[in-house]
T-cell receptor
Framework: QKEVEQNSGPLSVPEGAIASLNCTYS??????FFWYRQYSGKSPELIMS????GDKEDGRFTAQLNKASQYVSLLIRDSQPSDSATYLCAVDLIFPDTGGFKTIFGAGTRLFVKA | GAVVSQHPSWVICKSGTSVKIECRSLDFQATTMFWYRQFPKQSLMLMAT?????????EQGVEKDKFLINHASLTLSTLTVTSAHPEDSSFYIC??????????FGPGTRLLVL
């Protein structure tokens, strides 16, 4: 079973619509959750981080976390063609014995925003 | 936000040569740095976790003698691909860890081995 799962898409939405990206994870002990955006040929850039249940809003982006359901989502309001990219969901695995961590990335969801 | 640089941004080399990639955190100290590899249309694959002053921790299937990682300071980690072969051609990306396990990625290094 994959540790972080995303629908690979492509997800196609018209300009101005809301894009909804979803992600599930398997490790109940995870405490840190991230959404990264990756344009083709570029490295990922951080969009949102979320650590507690509920919603977190930043501009047009809203991250939602439900730890009981092991589910995290990203909503993009007023989608723009420039939002067309691959969105990576990421979840941290903490190693309590060492205090170290590593991040597990989903395979990403490709989003196309049509003008 | 925190800035991570990588050098070089792309490199072409002959099979059998070694290639060194530098990763620097420019405006923060990264106790932990990560090295990823990404093949076309695939997701990020973690290669190793590098902690300043200690040996890197490699993921299963990644040869530590082929991919040498050095994390000599809180702002610099290097990845050396030794005796590179065409199958090592890929997009190599480093990241530095910030507060609350946030990762800040470098721009990546595209390696082509002929």
């Amino acid at each position: 079973q994959k540790e972080v799962e995303q629908n690979s898409g492509p997800l196609s939405v018209p300009e101005g619509a809301i894009a909804s990206l979803n992600c599930t994870y398997s490790d109940r002990g995870s405490q840190s959750f991230f959404w990264y955006r990756q344009y083709s040929g570029k490295s990922p850039e951080l969009i949102m981080s979320i650590y507690s249940n509920g919603d977190k809003e930043d501009g047009r982006f809203t991250a939602q976390l439900n730890k009981a359901s092991q589910y995290v989502s990203l909503l993009i309001r007023d989608s723009q063609p420039s939002d067309s990219a691959t969105y990576l969901c990421a979840v941290d695995l903490i190693f309590p014995d060492t205090g170290g961590f590593k991040t597990i990335f989903g395979a990403g969801t490709r989003l196309f925003v049509k003008a | 936000g925190a800035v991570v640089s990588q050098h070089p941004s792309w490199v072409i080399c002959k099979s059998g040569t070694s290639v060194k990639i530098e990763c620097r955190s420019l405006d923060f100290q990264a106790t932990t740095m990560f090295w990823y590899r990404q093949f076309p249309k695939q997701s990020l694959m973690l290669m190793a976790t590098s902690n300043e002053g200690s040996k890197a921790t490699y993921e299963q299937g990644v040869e530590k003698d082929k991919f040498l990682i050095n994390h000599a300071s809180l702002t610099l980690s290097t990845l050396t691909v030794t005796s590179a072969h065409p199958e090592d051609s890929s997009f190599y990306i480093c990241s530095g860890s910030g507060p609350r396990e946030t990762q800040y990625f470098g721009p990546g290094t595209r390696l082509l081995v002929l």
